[in-house]
């Protein structure tokens, strides 16, 4: 029992399962945070966090009128919490079992030993000058795009919107989904896995004050899914003709080839290595 026992004041004693109680809790919030941040639920979430609050503090306090009124609102109230996170709720769903995937995934490759690494940065290198390629075409004739990187479009709900196409990369096929004539150019093109997963997606806006006045409607999505995501996005834009790229709620303007270059590589290595191989552009 000494073994387990962290520390001891008067009449609390602290255990280490009790410090990994909290913890686990603390990132169970944290993670709920994260997905619910920005949107409706979260503002639902506050809400339930102080009347949970007030709760205690009128048992507490022995008002039993006041606190039977609330216990039954409480009883009540997380049968609609259920229904009004149900996205939130999936979207951590997915990221328990999308890491548990991933992590076991990467032991097992390190143990058999099957990464090809020379393979690897050469697949990679070709498909970041697919990307830079495309962008600089589509830059050259002021075509607007938004190229959204992200290794989960299910956890941030990128997969509600626009058209699944689960193709290989391809600067061609890039351009064209972006071509003005093309019914899925005003949307975001989201990438995962090393394939092109949606098109004609549509993006949280972001309503920063940080963002200048002439930031477009472009440029504020990119910021937006930025701010509730770990994405990584390029975009061109449409009356500038210029590349400018987001992360982490920042807008970065005028990106030369090498900067794009060092973003991308980033960006890519962060996705699932289980598909590291694209065809060739025709």
Do not use: C
Not at 62 to 81: D, H, K, Q, R, T
Not at 215 to 230: C, N, P, Q, W, Y
Request: proline share 2%; net charge negative.
């Amino acid at each position: 029992m000494d073994l387990i026992l962290l520390f001891k004041i008067g009449f609390l004693t602290i255990s280490i399962w009790d410090a990994l109680d909290i913890l686990i809790v603390g990132y169970l919030f944290f993670v709920l945070y994260k997905l619910s941040k920005g949107s409706l639920a979260f503002n639902i979430l506050i809400g339930a966090v102080i009347l949970t609050v007030i709760y205690w503090l009128v048992n507490a306090a022995e008002m039993s009128l006041l606190s039977g009124i609330l216990g039954g609102v409480a009883n009540f109230g997380f049968i609609v919490l259920i229904v009004v996170f149900q996205p939130e709720i999936r979207r951590f769903l997915i990221f328990l079992g999308r890491n548990f995937l991933k992590g076991r995934s990467s032991i097992l490759k390190q143990i058999l030993g099957i990464d090809d690494f020379d393979n690897y940065e050469h697949s990679l290198n070709k498909i970041i000058n697919k990307f830079i390629n495309a962008s600089e075409k589509l830059a050259s004739t002021n075509t607007g795009a938004l190229i959204v990187f992200t290794e989960s479009p299910a956890l941030y709900g990128l997969d509600e919107s626009g058209v699944l196409l689960d193709s290989n990369i391809s600067s061609r096929l890039i351009e064209s989904i972006f071509h003005k004539e093309s019914p899925l150019h005003d949307g975001a093109m989201i990438i995962s896995n090393y394939k092109i997963y949606s098109a004609g997606s549509v993006l949280p806006v972001s309503d920063s004050k940080e963002l200048p006045e002439t930031a477009g409607l472009r440029h504020r999505a990119a910021v937006g899914i930025t701010e509730k995501s770990d994405a990584f996005v390029i975009i061109v834009s449409e009356e500038t003709g210029k590349i400018s790229t987001a992360k982490g709620g920042k807008l970065y303007y005028h990106i030369d080839n090498a900067k794009l270059h060092e973003a991308l590589q980033k960006a890519l290595v962060k996705s699932s290595k289980t598909e590291e191989t694209t065809n060739e552009d025709k």
